[in-house]
């Protein structure tokens, strides 16, 4: 089978259009080991006569099977020289996915560029440019596609390399599972966590960390385990669905596609068995139904069809819709897809729709269903990676390309870079952003568009940032969930507010009460007894004539912060809410009892800050993780350990113990009374 190259360039074409994958090539073309190549285990063959048979007897059949496979999109990623490149090589020959003019080329190129003396080297089978052979790495993504009898795989080998991270970005950006390559030798090192949080920044949700090069430290399940709990303990705040952890040997092909002999201790499957069966099927959103508009079809006076690839959710003859962000409301007449009139399409389908009234709808607009919308607005926050030599400013002004429309918008405020080694925040100043730098920004726009946050859905919640002047691509941005002001600013987000003074002074209060105003902010660990010792103080205190009252963790996600999930960002944004609440409560005279697990001293400092050093007392409630566990009053700690509640803290995310606690009372050695009795005595 011959694909010259305007039809093969034409099948790219329609493939993008329609979003169906006919990369699949016949097995007859591929190669076979013969005695000429590197010696290795022959696979089972038996797929791919089958394949070649019913090509020659079906081939309608044939090419509806592989149209219907489901496809998995990954990247490789992971410091310089940690194996990227080599494994997809491997891959893809083990698999016997390599054309036979081609394998020759690679086995006479490996004698020329090859990095392992004049052996096979397979990294050369995606590291295709010069300036990358010469040097022995990779610089551009590289793109390679091959299909099982399982799935089809699109494959992204990105660079390692600390200057390339703008073009790993784009080769992640529609990926589903990311390879995580580890050298064995160096184990988690400062890249590893660069492209780690680049990827959970991205929304991938499916890791595999790949520890390579295990012939170099001689097969050792130590050294496999101990670099499985250092990665562990990093990625503990990042929201990975799933991590699977597999030893290899890239270049001899161990736990590549054949199981190796060489590690009998490691029962797992193998890389190929494992990215084969990964479940991606939910990573869907089917829930909510989103259709940019991208063309309006109008061949005659009697047809006005809006065309566009679905973005999430599922569209059916008979909807009610709106178009955003006109409000305009109608019902869908009909859906066409690539071969005629339907009655329903899902994501990622390519469509055409009608609708039964004339309501103006253009590019750039968007369907969505009336019960469920996206947010409508000119301004939103987001994390922004930066991909160009030119610096960005606060304030620059550039080109918003969200979905299908295209906005002028300006990068209103850079509120702080992001230290992708600490996942904190940088200590930087933030006024611009240079080549490969993150920061979370406020931008605002000169007209409205609807989105989504990213990480409920990536189409509608990703956008780039184009250059006015050169039309080029600057920034890549993931929009948040909503728009917060920093909880150490004290200036509102409207210039029209000013802050009311009340007729009764804080010193008429305290006399009125008989107390001075309080939080007391209870932190420690799930189970170590914050709400039981909260209660028992609360009750003593007002048994004392004090007023007092609790701001519970439960019950404030239940109310005021239900929009708030466990990530880094809302349990920040969660903390910054409850010391604003607290504050007000305390301007009004009462002791506030606070009962959070609060994790991060930045933001336990933070909180200090918006009520006030001499109203806020830190209270450490401490007891050993074991002690927690076993108490588990909620069953909290048994989920997590079974992988069902994602980000819990002392399981997979950590606790920053306080540093100078007002008071610290153990949990495990002490009773209620006592602690109480302790708190209350730092009280007086």
């Given at each position: 089978?011959?694909?010259?190259?305007?039809?093969?360039?034409?099948?790219?074409?329609?493939?993008?259009?329609?979003?169906v994958?006919?990369?699949?090539?016949?097995?007859?073309?591929?190669?076979?080991?013969?005695?000429?190549?590197?010696?290795?285990n022959?696979?089972?063959?038996?797929?791919?006569?089958?394949?070649?048979?019913?090509?020659?007897?079906?081939?309608?059949?044939?090419?509806?099977?592989?149209?219907?496979?489901d496809?998995?999109?990954?990247?490789?990623?992971?410091?310089?020289?940690?194996?990227?490149?080599?494994?997809?090589?491997?891959?893809?020959?083990?698999?016997?996915?390599?054309?036979?003019?081609?394998?020759?080329?690679?086995?006479?190129?490996?004698?020329?560029?090859?990095?392992?003396?004049?052996?096979?080297?397979p990294?050369?089978l995606?590291?295709?440019?010069?300036?990358?052979?010469?040097?022995?790495?990779?610089?551009?993504?590289?793109?390679?596609?091959?299909?099982?009898?399982?799935?089809?795989?699109?494959?992204?080998?990105?660079?390692?390399?600390?200057?390339?991270?703008?073009?790993?970005?784009?080769?992640?950006?529609?990926?589903?599972?990311?390879?995580?390559?580890?050298?064995?030798?160096?184990g988690?090192?400062?890249?590893?966590?660069?492209?780690s949080?680049?990827?959970?920044?991205?929304?991938?949700?499916?890791?595999v960390?790949?520890?390579?090069?295990?012939?170099l430290?001689?097969?050792?399940?130590?050294?496999?385990?101990?670099?499985?709990?250092?990665?562990?303990?990093?990625?503990?705040?990042?929201?990975?669905?799933?991590?699977?952890?597999?030893?290899?040997?890239?270049?001899?092909?161990?736990?590549?596609?054949?199981?190796?002999?060489n590690?009998p201790?490691?029962?797992?499957?193998?890389?190929?068995?494992?990215?084969?069966?990964?479940?991606?099927?939910?990573?869907?959103?089917?829930?909510?139904?989103?259709?940019?508009?991208?063309?309006?079809?109008?061949?005659?006076?009697?047809?006005?069809?809006?065309?566009?690839?679905?973005?999430?959710?599922?569209?059916?003859?008979?909807?009610?819709?709106?178009?955003?962000?006109?409000?305009?409301?109608?019902?869908?007449?009909?859906?066409?897809?690539?071969?005629?009139?339907?009655?329903?399409?899902?994501?990622?389908?390519?469509?055409?729709?009608t609708?039964?009234?004339e309501?103006?709808?253009?590019?750039?607009?968007?369907?969505?269903?009336?019960?469920?919308?996206?947010?409508?607005?000119?301004?939103?926050?987001?994390?922004v990676?930066?991909?160009?030599?030119?610096?960005a400013?606060?304030?620059?002004?550039?080109?918003?390309?969200?979905?299908?429309s295209?906005?002028?918008?300006?990068?209103?405020?850079?509120?702080?870079?992001?230290?992708?080694?600490?996942?904190?925040k940088?200590?930087?100043?933030?006024?611009?952003?240079?080549?490969?730098?993150?920061?979370?920004?406020?931008?605002?726009?000169?007209?409205?568009?609807?989105?989504?946050?990213?990480?409920?859905?990536?189409?509608?919640?990703?956008?780039?940032?184009?250059?006015?002047m050169?039309?080029?691509?600057?920034?890549?941005?993931?929009?948040?969930?909503?728009?917060?002001?920093?909880?150490?600013?004290?200036?509102?987000?409207?210039?029209?507010?000013?802050?009311?003074?009340?007729?009764?002074?804080?010193?008429?209060?305290?006399?009125?009460?008989?107390?001075?105003?309080?939080?007391i902010?209870?932190?420690?660990?799930?189970?170590?007894?914050?709400?039981?010792?909260?209660?028992?103080?609360?009750?003593?205190?007002?048994?004392?004539?004090?007023?007092?009252?609790?701001?519970?963790?439960?019950?404030?996600?239940?109310?005021?912060?239900?929009?708030?999930?466990?990530?880094?960002?809302?349990?920040?944004?969660?903390?910054?809410?409850?010391a604003?609440?607290?504050?007000?409560?305390?301007?009004?005279?009462?002791?506030?009892?606070?009962?959070?697990?609060?994790?991060?001293?930045?933001?336990?400092?933070?909180?200090?800050?918006?009520?006030?050093?001499?109203?806020?007392?830190?209270?450490?409630?401490?007891?050993?993780?074991?002690t927690?566990?076993?108490?588990?009053?909620?069953?909290?700690?048994k989920?997590?350990?079974?992988g069902?509640?994602?980000?819990?803290?002392?399981?997979?995310?950590?606790?920053?113990?306080?540093?100078?606690p007002?008071?610290?009372?153990?949990?495990?050695?002490?009773?209620?009374?006592?602690?109480v009795?302790?708190?209350?005595?730092?009280?007086?």
């Amino acid at each position: 089978m011959v694909i010259s190259k305007s039809a093969s360039r034409f099948r790219n074409n329609l493939c993008g259009m329609w979003n169906v994958e006919l990369f699949h090539i016949p097995p007859s073309t591929f190669y076979f080991p013969q005695k000429n190549y590197p010696k290795k285990n022959i696979m089972d063959n038996t797929y791919h006569v089958q394949e070649k048979e019913l090509i020659e007897s079906d081939i309608t059949t044939y090419l509806h099977r592989h149209e219907t496979k489901d496809l998995l999109r990954f990247l490789t990623c992971g410091s310089v020289d940690d194996g990227k490149s080599t494994l997809i090589g491997r891959l893809l020959y083990d698999s016997h996915m390599i054309y036979e003019d081609q394998l020759e080329k690679i086995a006479k190129d490996s004698k020329v560029y090859g990095t392992t003396g004049e052996d096979f080297d397979p990294a050369l089978l995606t590291d295709g440019l010069k300036a990358e052979r010469e040097q022995g790495i990779t610089i551009d993504v590289a793109y390679r596609y091959f299909s099982t009898d399982k799935r089809k795989f699109i494959i992204a080998d990105c660079p390692g390399h600390e200057q390339y991270t703008r073009n790993m970005v784009t080769g992640a950006s529609t990926c589903n599972l990311a390879v995580i390559l580890i050298d064995a030798r160096y184990g988690v090192i400062t890249q590893t966590k660069r492209h780690s949080f680049i990827c959970s920044l991205l929304g991938i949700k499916h890791v595999v960390v790949a520890v390579n090069k295990m012939d170099l430290v001689e097969w050792s399940k130590e050294r496999y385990e101990e670099i499985c709990a250092d990665y562990n303990n990093f990625v503990s705040r990042l929201n990975f669905a799933d991590i699977h952890f597999i030893p290899i040997c890239a270049l001899k092909g161990d736990n590549v596609v054949d199981v190796s002999k060489n590690m009998p201790w490691f029962d797992g499957s193998t890389f190929l068995h494992h990215i084969e069966r990964v479940n991606i099927s939910s990573d869907r959103n089917l829930v909510d139904m989103r259709f940019p508009v991208q063309y309006v079809i109008r061949p005659n006076l009697d047809f006005r069809g809006f065309s566009g690839t679905l973005a999430s959710g599922v569209m059916r003859v008979g909807d009610e819709v709106m178009s955003l962000p006109s409000n305009q409301k109608s019902r869908i007449k009909a859906v066409y897809g690539a071969d005629g009139e339907i009655d329903e399409a899902c994501t990622p389908m390519a469509i055409t729709v009608t609708l039964e009234d004339e309501i103006d709808v253009s590019r750039g607009n968007m369907l969505v269903p009336l019960k469920n919308v996206p947010k409508v607005g000119n301004e939103f926050e987001a994390m922004v990676v930066w991909m160009h030599e030119d610096l960005a400013k606060q304030g620059g002004s550039y080109l918003v390309k969200q979905t299908t429309s295209m906005v002028p918008g300006v990068l209103s405020n850079i509120r702080y870079k992001v230290d992708v080694n600490t996942m904190r925040k940088s200590d930087e100043p933030a006024d611009q952003l240079g080549l490969n730098e993150i920061a979370r920004v406020h931008v605002t726009l000169h007209r409205q568009i609807a989105f989504d946050p990213y990480d409920k859905n990536r189409d509608t919640g990703a956008f780039i940032l184009v250059d006015r002047m050169t039309n080029a691509t600057v920034g890549a941005g993931m929009i948040i969930d909503r728009v917060t002001s920093d909880a150490s600013s004290s200036s509102p987000v409207s210039k029209n507010i000013v802050k009311s003074d009340s007729l009764v002074t804080a010193e008429e209060r305290e006399r009125l009460l008989g107390h001075k105003p309080k939080t007391i902010w209870l932190t420690g660990l799930s189970g170590s007894g914050k709400s039981t010792i909260a209660k028992a103080l609360e009750r003593k205190l007002v048994d004392m004539g004090r007023a007092a009252y609790i701001l519970d963790g439960d019950n404030v996600r239940h109310g005021l912060n239900r929009d708030l999930g466990f990530s880094m960002e809302d349990r920040t944004e969660n903390i910054r809410r409850i010391a604003e609440v607290a504050r007000l409560m305390n301007e009004a005279g009462l002791i506030v009892i606070t009962a959070f697990i609060s994790p991060y001293r930045k933001d336990r400092a933070e909180a200090k800050e918006v009520v006030g050093d001499d109203k806020f007392m830190e209270v450490h409630v401490n007891a050993d993780l074991k002690t927690c566990e076993q108490r588990d009053p909620k069953g909290l700690y048994k989920k997590a350990r079974a992988g069902e509640i994602q980000q819990f803290t002392g399981i997979s995310a950590p606790y920053e113990t306080p540093v100078t606690p007002s008071v610290t009372v153990a949990t495990d050695e002490c009773s209620v009374e006592q602690c109480v009795d302790q708190i209350i005595a730092a009280l007086k």
